[in-house]
């Protein structure tokens, strides 16, 4: 069955620091989504990318952060300077087509990466 | 109120047993309906979608009303490996709105 990976499984860094956490989702999927979740919290929707750009995103998808598919099968969320807040796990998502509440299509997720800010 | 509202939980229930939990949403124009399990530290995995004149699968069984806003899941016959948090999901404005999980625990 198709999946979606996602690399680092847990990345441990200083407060500060720049983190990329990359994913590759199932090749024929057109729609790509980070979420977050912050431990014992729900599961909290950061950005959706399509088409080479970004389609949707959350008001906690502040400056801080970016996506970006450099080349056609990585699909990476880049936090620019981390947070103690930041620390979380993050998900990548994917649907074939359509967006991922028409009902159409069901979200694939990745195992996620875990972030731990110190 | 919440856009989408569970009931923490947690339900411990004996194996065997059938449990049933709710979920309700305060966007009336919402479109799609899910039901996620999570299992502890991993990834949501859909369950099951949730159609208008309800469905199973097996020993779950999904509704929707939507005069009440509120959609179900019930699972019969539970197994020791039903204990997860179960996670509702619902479609608005092209948007997947979660809500924060049930905690289900199924006891020996």
């Known amino acids: 069955e198709p999946e979606v990976t996602q690399t680092p499984s847990h990345q441990v860094t200083q407060m500060g620091q720049e983190v990329i956490l990359r994913c590759v989702p199932i090749?024929?999927?057109?729609?790509f989504y980070w979420y977050r979740q912050i431990l014992g919290q729900k599961v909290e929707f950061l950005v959706s990318?399509?088409?080479?750009?970004?389609?949707?995103k959350s008001e906690i998808f502040d400056d801080q952060f970016s996506v970006e598919r450099p080349d056609g099968s990585n699909f990476t969320l880049k936090i620019r300077s981390t947070k103690l807040e930041d620390s979380a796990m993050y998900f990548c998502?994917?649907?074939?087509?359509?967006?991922?509440?028409?009902?159409?299509?069901?979200?694939?997720f990745g195992a996620g990466s875990r972030l731990t800010v110190l | 109120r919440k856009e989408v509202e569970q009931d923490p939980g947690p339900f411990n229930v004996p194996e065997g047993a059938t449990v049933a939990f709710n979920c309700t949403y305060s966007?009336?124009?919402?479109?799609?309906f899910f039901w996620y399990r999570q299992d502890c530290r991993k990834e949501p995995k859909l369950l099951m979608s949730?159609?208008?004149?309800?469905n199973e699968d097996g020993r779950f069984t999904a509704q929707l009303n939507r005069a009440s806003q509120y959609i179900s899941l019930l699972i019969r016959d539970s197994k020791l490996s039903d204990s997860a948090t179960y996670l509702c999901?619902?479609?608005?404005?092209?948007?997947?709105?979660w809500g924060a999980g049930t905690k289900l625990i199924i006891k020996p």
């Open positions: 090749s024929n999927h057109l729609y």
């Open positions: 966007n009336s124009a919402s479109q799609s």
């Open positions: 999901v619902v479609g608005s404005n092209y948007q997947l709105i």
């Open positions: 990318f399509y088409n080479n750009e970004i389609s949707e």
């Open positions: 998502a994917s649907t074939s087509d359509g967006t991922a509440s028409s009902g159409a299509n069901v979200l694939t």
């Open positions: 949730v159609y208008s004149s309800g």
